[in-house]
């Protein structure tokens, strides 16, 4: 989650899974369920996008998702894995996020930490990042299957431990503390890149991050489908109104939409 160093707000979190079993009438399956086809390996998702590292104007590229499937997790725990990259004209990424089930008896898809690599600039320089982050506890993003549509809402409060690796220098270390809350706005039509509609589930996290001297309020809205995964999110600094990061799904393979 969330591109190498905006903070972690969730802004990335995608993914997919070709299971998800019967556990509910809605989402399907506990764990992964059906709107983040996550157990599977091997579909990509593509999107157009835009990203800004510094939270001021985003500018416009493309993004990947790809399904690393089944992974043992840094804690040792069972978990999943997804690769998010995004290129635009002034800066990308790519990150690897690192998903888990059912964390201290809340049931759910959690994310647990990412890592991975920022290129951009800093007053013109050219910089390269290597960043890795754990969650701690870690943050629930979407609801057990059976859940689904009918939990209403969810509040996280956690602490994002960031570790950034320049060229050269020593690894800096970047605490957040974020805190905030899911909210289940239901399910709506809509219409993807190639014409197909389809029953989107939206889901909006408003949250408040703090790095020990400045306060950020944000909030990233989000459409689940059921067997793609993320296929559209626009993430906006609340504070200023600008928008930090967007994705519109413009193709996938490995993956087939559930009804």
Known sequence: GDAGGTGDAGATDGGGDAGGGDAGATGGGNCPNNYDPMGAAGWTKTYSASFTWSGDTASSGTATETGLGPQTLVDGSSGYAYTDSISTSGES??????????????????????????DGNMSGIPIAVDVNADLTPPRKYLPAGYQLGALGSWDYSYSLNLTYQMDTGAPTSSPYTIYGSYVEAGFTDL????????????????????DGTTETNGYIEQYWVAGLGLVQETHVNMDTGATIAS????????LTIMD
Request: aromatic share 16%.
């Open 191 to 210: 219409t993807l890149f190639d014409g197909t509609t389809v029953s989107a589930y939206k889901l909006v996290n408003t949250y408040t991050k703090n």
């Open 93 to 118: 990424y790519a990150v690897t996020t690192y998903v888990g089930c059912d964390r201290d008896g809340d049931e759910g898809m959690f994310i647990v930490a990412w890592d991975g690599t920022y």
């Open 247 to 254: 994705k519109v799904l413009t193709g996938y393979s490995g």
